[in-house]
């Protein structure tokens, strides 16, 4: 048998429901045709990278120094890492360098890494719940134990509850501000409430870092903030990539930025360095971190995915449905009219030829994620549907 026993128990136990519902619909639109099926399945950004960018890579391609596809240190150019230091250094006050920063193959690639680096067998990492379920597998690919904590009502962190999944094996808590599945930016209070109990836990002689997926840093609304999470704890590292903000998830590129308030620093470099080899990856891809070291104060247009959010928001509210509004992001987390969301989504997509990811996927059952990072033809297409189902149930 060429799979692992290990492999077998994860292939049945995965339940994958983005890319289930990514399939299906892949199967829909070849039986139906594209323009027939209204995909709100994954977060796969339906728009092009900057023009500015696409003529850079080409520029860059068409140069003749010697060198330029060669292997180069093992956190990433240099040069690139300071621009980088230096961007962030402007955003968040701290004194960052290039030294701060670690290229890496996109948001995921980063966080294995640092999971590769930080855990011991049987660490726990907190996450707060709805979570992207992706998670589950970067933490427990090192041996570490994923501890989901509820979030509340508006998906905002539950102090308390966090609080209480804290015990001697707690290594991290690992936020995503702005959310995947929920939209949710963690605001500044509660940030700082959860900063306060981790001082609290360090007098008790208990460290715990705060690991922060910020893949969608950018893609934030101008009714929400996102808060400072270096200034506010101090020992952060945050992840974070281009596949949303440039529009270049294919292309894998990111990066991790340590707080250069964290003293172990050159140890974890040195750890960074054997994971990234150890696990393959060996550096992130030379072309785009020298495309990210130009672009960091570019992204797509945002003020196009807030036209979406609010229109098809607008259209949920309207027809009834219980939505929180997410301030960055590109997802919505409607609650289901009914209790079971899987024969909600199921009879959506049947009846009406929407797709959408049950909550379940998610850690939440009883809601669905719409991803609108798709065309607004489409979304304008889907709003009628979005519309007679909600007359159907509310
Ligand atoms: C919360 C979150 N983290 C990480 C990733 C992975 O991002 P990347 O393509 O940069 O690896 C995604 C992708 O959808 C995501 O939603």
Not at 47 to 61: F, G, N
Not at 243 to 251: I, Q, Y
Not at 294 to 311: A, G, H, P
Not at 360 to 370: Q, V
């Amino acid at each position: 048998m060429i799979v692992s026993n290990k492999m077998k128990r994860l292939i049945r136990n995965q339940e994958g429901w983005t890319r289930k519902m990514f399939e299906e619909g892949m199967q829909m639109k070849k039986t139906l045709g594209e323009d027939k099926v209204y995909d709100f399945s994954l977060g796969n950004p339906d728009v092009e990278p900057p023009q500015a960018l696409k003529s850079a890579l080409i520029d860059m391609l068409t140069q003749t120094t010697p060198g330029t596809h060669k292997y180069m240190e093992n956190s990433g150019y240099l040069s690139v890492r300071e621009r980088i230091a230096e961007y962030l250094k402007m955003h968040y006050g701290l004194p960052f360098t290039g030294k701060h920063i670690f290229m890496s193959v996109g948001c995921a690639g980063g966080i294995n890494i640092l999971f590769k680096s930080m855990l011991n067998k049987g660490d726990e990492i907190i996450v707060p719940s709805p979570f992207f379920w992706e998670f589950k597998n970067y933490i427990e690919n090192f041996g570490g134990i994923m501890r989901l904590v509820d979030t509340k009502e508006d998906f905002q962190l539950d102090i308390e509850k966090i609080e209480a999944a804290i015990n001697d094996k707690t290594k991290a808590i690992l936020i995503n501000s702005p959310n995947n599945p929920t939209g949710a930016v963690y605001s500044e209070e509660s940030l700082q409430e959860l900063a306060k109990l981790l001082y609290r836990k360090r007098e008790e002689g208990k460290e715990i870092y705060i690991v922060a997926d910020e893949a969608y840093k950018k893609i934030i609304y101008d009714d929400a903030v996102l808060p400072n999470i270096f200034e506010i704890y101090d020992l952060v590292v945050s992840i974070t990539s281009h596949s949303k903000d440039l529009a270049l998830p294919g292309e894998r590129i990111g990066y991790i930025a340590i707080s250069p308030n964290i003293k172990e620093i050159d140890l974890l470099i040195s750890g960074l360095i054997i994971s990234i080899r150890a696990l393959g990856f060996v550096n992130a891809p030379a072309l785009f971190q020298r495309a990210a070291g130009m672009f960091q104060e570019n992204s797509v247009d945002v003020m196009e995915y807030k036209k979406k959010r609010d229109i098809i928001y607008n259209t949920l509210i309207e027809s009834g449905f219980e939505c929180v509004k997410p301030g960055g992001a590109f997802y919505l987390f409607p609650k289901s009219p009914i209790k079971d969301e899987l024969a909600f989504v199921k009879r959506v997509q049947r009846e009406e030829r929407i797709l959408v990811v049950p909550g379940r996927g998610f850690g939440r059952s009883g809601y669905f994620r719409i991803a609108y990072c798709v065309t607004m033809e489409k979304i304008m297409n889907a709003l009628d549907g979005f519309r007679r189902i909600g007359k159907r149930y509310y």
